[in-house]
């Protein structure tokens, strides 16, 4: 009887042993590192989402050994430790064996593994998420064209390039704007040129413009001033493009040449005419300082001075219509000129056939119009 107890005991304490080391196996791989010598990999493990059929969720395995299990439709990044060599990952059905698929993958040193898994209702199958390498290490791309780093990063395989406007550049240091700043990879700012990354992972290049530009007064100081000054303001506070246009003021007592307004495009496309002093824009910003043209001039009696006049403002509409156009803009003006109305200011109102060519050559007929004189072209449209 004592012999049978004893028995008894130590099957008890067989089994509870057993199933103590079952558990620490398991939970030894289910992200911890094992302890044999290797290098740290992330394994990412990508699972499509199913709408309807085959939602199972999926164990994932290396070399045999369980990682866990990886709910359906998810997402999970594994932390291991493998010996560099050829490795076997493998993904099953959690409650079928025999529902799988693996691929074998490489590791050469420390870095990235990953595989992206369809469920079907005959197997798991699995495509390996490709890699990349870095063009150069991180402490390297600092001073390079933005440009140049950009197709460097496309041309290693990186499929995911954004970037970040850093305006820090005095007027001084025109030879660093569109430099790099910094370049990183899936938010790491510290990385060598051997270090692999997804492909898919985000690189943001930071890069360098020059600091915004202060006006140099506000636009209710400057109206009314010699235009030619006014510029000049503009383009010593250090706006790239600045130019001037010509228009009327329609007040007799406003001075020519003086300002009418000013317009600051800074690209949103919505102009800038009413601006405070100490206001800031992008440097790229486009100025164009509106003045008051001279008076129009009056037709003549003289039917020849108003030939002159009709001329003048034809030879202008069609200029502007090239500038429009400049693979081609021809006016027909002896075969389809649908009007020529003087509208008493020394401008006309046109109308008249034309031949507009693309810059694929291939030509197009159609008519414009417009109001065009003393310089300058209102109201064009082309149908």
Same mark, same amino acid.
């Given at each position: 009887?004592?012999?049978?107890?004893?028995?008894?005991?130590?099957? $008890?304490?067989?089994?509870?042993?057993?199933?103590?080391?079952?558990?620490?196996?398991?939970?030894?791989?289910?992200?911890?590192?094992?302890?044999? !010598?290797?290098?740290?990999?992330?394994?990412?493990?990508?699972?499509?989402?199913?709408?309807?059929?085959?939602?199972? *969720?999926?164990?994932?395995? $290396?070399?045999?050994?369980?990682?866990?299990?990886?709910?359906?439709?998810?997402?999970?990044?594994?932390?291991?430790?493998?010996?560099?060599?050829?490795?076997?990952?493998?993904?099953?059905?959690?409650? /079928?064996?025999?529902?799988?698929?693996?691929?074998?993958?490489?590791?050469?040193?420390? +870095?990235?593994?990953?595989?992206?898994?369809?469920?079907?209702?005959?197997?798991?199958?699995?495509?390996?998420?490709?890699?990349?390498?870095?063009?150069?290490?991180?402490?390297?791309?600092?001073?390079?064209?933005?440009? /140049?780093?950009?197709?460097?990063?496309?041309? &290693?395989?990186?499929?995911?390039?954004? %970037?970040?406007?850093?305006?820090?550049?005095?007027?001084?240091?025109?030879?660093?704007?569109?430099?790099?700043?910094?370049?990183?990879?899936?938010?790491?700012?510290?990385?060598?040129?051997?270090?692999?990354?997804? !492909? *898919?992972? !985000?690189?943001?290049?930071?890069?360098?413009?020059?600091? /915004?530009?202060?006006?140099?007064?506000?636009?209710?100081?400057?109206?009314?001033?010699?235009?030619?000054?006014?510029?000049?303001?503009?383009?010593? &506070?250090?706006?790239?493009?600045?130019?001037?246009? &010509?228009?009327?003021?329609?007040?007799?007592?406003?001075?020519? /040449?003086?300002?009418?307004?000013?317009?600051?495009?800074?690209?949103?496309?919505?102009? !800038?005419?009413?601006?405070?002093?100490?206001?800031? %824009?992008?440097?790229?910003?486009?100025? $164009?300082?509106?003045?008051?043209?001279?008076?129009?001039?009056?037709?003549?009696?003289?039917?020849?001075?108003?030939?002159?006049?009709?001329?003048?403002?034809?030879?202008?509409?069609?200029?502007?219509?090239?500038?429009?156009?400049?693979?081609?803009?021809?006016?027909?003006?002896?075969?389809?000129?649908?009007?020529?109305?003087?509208?008493?200011?020394?401008?006309?109102?046109?109308?008249?056939?034309?031949?507009?060519?693309?810059?694929?050559?291939?030509?197009?007929?159609?008519?414009?119009? +417009?109001?065009?004189?003393?310089?300058?072209?209102?109201?064009?449209?082309?149908?």
């Amino acid at each position: 009887m004592g012999r049978m107890r004893y028995a008894a005991s130590f099957a $008890v304490v067989a089994l509870l042993s057993i199933e103590l080391v079952a558990c620490a196996s398991l939970s030894g791989h289910r992200g911890d590192p094992t302890e044999e !010598e290797g290098v740290p990999v992330n394994l990412r493990v990508d699972c499509d989402t199913n709408l309807f059929f085959s939602r199972y *969720d999926v164990e994932v395995f $290396v070399d045999g050994e369980s990682y866990g299990v990886l709910p359906h439709g998810e997402d999970e990044v594994f932390e291991l430790n493998l010996t560099e060599g050829e490795h076997v990952f493998r993904a099953e059905e959690d409650d /079928d064996s025999g529902v799988s698929g693996e691929e074998t993958f490489v590791v050469s040193g420390e +870095g990235k593994a990953g595989f992206s898994i369809h469920c079907t209702s005959s197997e798991v199958q699995v495509e390996e998420i490709d890699t990349a390498v870095p063009p150069f290490a991180s402490h390297d791309a600092a001073g390079q064209n933005k440009d /140049d780093v950009e197709d460097a990063f496309r041309d &290693a395989g990186f499929t995911d390039v954004s %970037f970040v406007e850093i305006r820090d550049l005095g007027r001084d240091e025109a030879d660093a704007v569109m430099t790099v700043a910094s370049v990183s990879i899936g938010g790491a700012q510290d990385y060598s040129a051997e270090e692999s990354f997804y !492909e *898919d992972e !985000e690189v943001v290049i930071s890069y360098r413009l020059p600091e /915004d530009v202060v006006v140099p007064a506000s636009s209710d100081e400057l109206v009314g001033t010699n235009y030619p000054e006014v510029v000049s303001q503009f383009e010593a &506070a250090g706006f790239a493009e600045v130019t001037a246009e &010509a228009v009327s003021s329609h007040d007799p007592d406003f001075a020519v /040449d003086a300002v009418v307004g000013i317009d600051i495009d800074d690209g949103s496309f919505l102009p !800038e005419s009413s601006f405070d002093s100490g206001q800031a %824009f992008p440097y790229e910003s486009t100025v $164009v300082v509106r003045y008051n043209m001279p008076a129009p001039v009056e037709e003549s009696e003289d039917p020849n001075d108003n030939w002159d006049l009709e001329w003048e403002a034809r030879q202008t509409f069609e200029r502007f219509g090239q500038i429009l156009y400049p693979y081609g803009f021809e006016c027909h003006w002896m075969m389809d000129l649908v009007n020529c109305e003087p509208q008493g200011d020394g401008a006309y109102f046109i109308k008249v056939g034309v031949t507009i060519t693309n810059e694929y050559g291939v030509e197009r007929r159609t008519y414009a119009q +417009g109001i065009a004189g003393n310089g300058n072209v209102t109201d064009f449209l082309v149908s």
